[in-house]
C-alpha cells in the first residue's frame, strides 16, 4: 500500500505565486484629483490602524492565499491511495450447457438426497452446482426440445446461467429431442471464442428423432471448428412400476442412443458419459472440471482510492473563510 500522484507534474506549479509578482510589470499609480479636506488629518486619526497590525494582517492573508494555492495544487497533482496487489487469474474456458427438455426428462428414475426425482430436478441440482464453481470462466445455456434455443449466452455470470437453468421447464422447448439443432447453436455461438478453450456439454435422455441436421453431422462441424463436445445420457438402467401382475422391473432409458452419443464425443475429440444417478453425473462433473484451461497471463489489480477531494475541499473551506471575512469588514 503506498500514496501515489497520478499528476505528479502539477507540482511543478507550486512556486508560481512567488514568481509572477517579479515576471509581470508593475503597475503604473493612478493620478487623480485630489481634494483638500480641511480635518483630513482629524479623520485620519480616528480611522487610523497601527501600522504593526495591518502589516501582521496582510502578511496571514499571504501565507493564507498560498495555502490555498498549495492545496488546489495538490489536488490538481491527483493524490491516489493504493491498495495491495491483487491477482487475477484467467482460465479461460468457455463452456456451454446443453439440457435436454423433452417429455421423457419427466420420467421419475433418478435418486437426489434419498428422495426419487425426474431428470430434469436432478440435473438442475448438479450442474447447478457445476455452475456455481466455474469462476474464471464463460458459461452459456441451450436448452433443447423440437427445437433449439438460446437461453443464456456465454457469460461470466455464473448465478443468472443457474438461475435460467433453475426456471427451465419440461416441455418448454417441445416434446420431442433435435441433437443436431442443439450442437449447431451451441457451435454458432462458441466459434466467437477462441478456438483452444470451447466445450460443449450435452445432456439428453434419448435418441435425436427430429431436425434436419444429423447429431453426427453437427459434430463434424463442431470438429472443425476445435470444439470438444462432452456427451452425458441421462436415466437410470432399470426402475420399478406397479403392473396388473405386480410390480416389475423395466428399462426407462431404453431410447437412449448411446451409440450416437459416443460417436459425437469420439468425432470431437471429448468423451462419453453415462449418469445412471446423482452421484455419477456429480463425478462426471468432477471430470469433466479436470479440463486443461487455457492458460493466460497473469493480471494484477490495485484497489484505488481518489484522495482529491480533501485537499480540494479544504481549499474551498478557507477561499470562504477569507471572502466572509472582507465581505465583514466592508
Known amino acids: 500500500m ?3 500522484l497520478a499528476t505528479w507534474w502539477a507540482l511543478l506549479l507550486l512556486p508560481l505565486p512567488l514568481v509572477v509578482p517579479y515576471l509581470l510589470p508593475r503597475a503604473k499609480p493612478l493620478e487623480q484629483s485630489a481634494l483638500r479636506v480641511p480635518f483630513f488629518a482629524r479623520l485620519q486619526a480616528i480611522n487610523a490602524v497601527p501600522t504593526e497590525l495591518t502589516t501582521s494582517i496582510k502578511t496571514w492573508q499571504s501565507l493564507l492565499a498560498y495555502l490555498i494555492w498549495i492545496l488546489i495544487v495538490i489536488a490538481a497533482a491527483g493524490p491516489e491511495w493504493l491498495g495491495k496487489p491483487v491477482m487475477i487469474q484467467q482460465a479461460g474456458r468457455n463452456i456451454m450447457l446443453a439440457v435436454d427438455l423433452s417429455g421423457s426428462m419427466e420420467i421419475p428414475d433418478m435418486s437426489l438426497n434419498g428422495k426419487t426425482v425426474n431428470r430434469l430436478t436432478m440435473i438442475k441440482a448438479v450442474a447447478g452446482n457445476f455452475i456455481d464453481q466455474r469462476q474464471g470462466d464463460r458459461l452459456g445455456l441451450v436448452l433443447f426440445g423440437s427445437q433449439a434455443y438460446l437461453q443464456t449466452p456465454l457469460t461470466f455470470d455464473r448465478k443468472t446461467v443457474h438461475q435460467m437453468l433453475s426456471d427451465a421447464t ?3 422447448a417441445g416434446q420431442m429431442t433435435d441433437i443436431g439443432d442443439a450442437i449447431g447453436l451451441s457451435v ?3 466459434m466467437q471464442y477462441p478456438a ?5 456439454v450435452l445432456l439428453t435422455d434419448g435418441a435425436s428423432n427430429t431436425g434436419f441436421v444429423s447429431p453426427t453431422d453437427a459434430a463434424a462441424m463442431a470438429a472443425k471448428q476445435g470444439i470438444q463436445i462432452y456427451t452425458i445420457g441421462i436415466g437410470s438402467d432399470k426402475a420399478i412400476v406397479q403392473t396388473f401382475w ?3 422391473y423395466v428399462n426407462p432409458s431404453a431410447d437412449l ?3 450416437t452419443l459416443k460417436q459425437i464425443a469420439s ?3 471429448g468423451q462419453y458419459f453415462r449418469a445412471r444417478d446423482s452421484e455419477a453425473l456429480k463425478q462426471i462433473y468432477e ?3 479436470k479440463l486443461q484451461p487455457i492458460s493466460a497471463d497473469k493480471q494484477y489489480f490495485r484497489p484505488v482510492k481518489e484522495l482529491y477531494p480533501w485537499p480540494l475541499g479544504l481549499a474551498l473551506l478557507l477561499s470562504a473563510l477569507v471572502v466572509t471575512g472582507r465581505l465583514n469588514k466592508k
Not at 196 to 200: A, D, E, G
Request: charged fraction near 25%; charge should be positive; aromatic fraction near 0%.
Open 246 to 248: 405386480g410390480p416389475q
Open 287 to 289: 471430470q469433466i472440471n
Open 2 to 4: 503506498m500514496l501515489h
Open 170 to 172: 419440461i416441455g418448454l
Open 188 to 190: 454458432k455461438r462458441l
Open 257 to 259: 442412443d448411446e451409440g
Open 267 to 269: 468425432i470431437t475429440g
Open 196 to 200: 483452444k478453450s470451447r466445450v460443449l
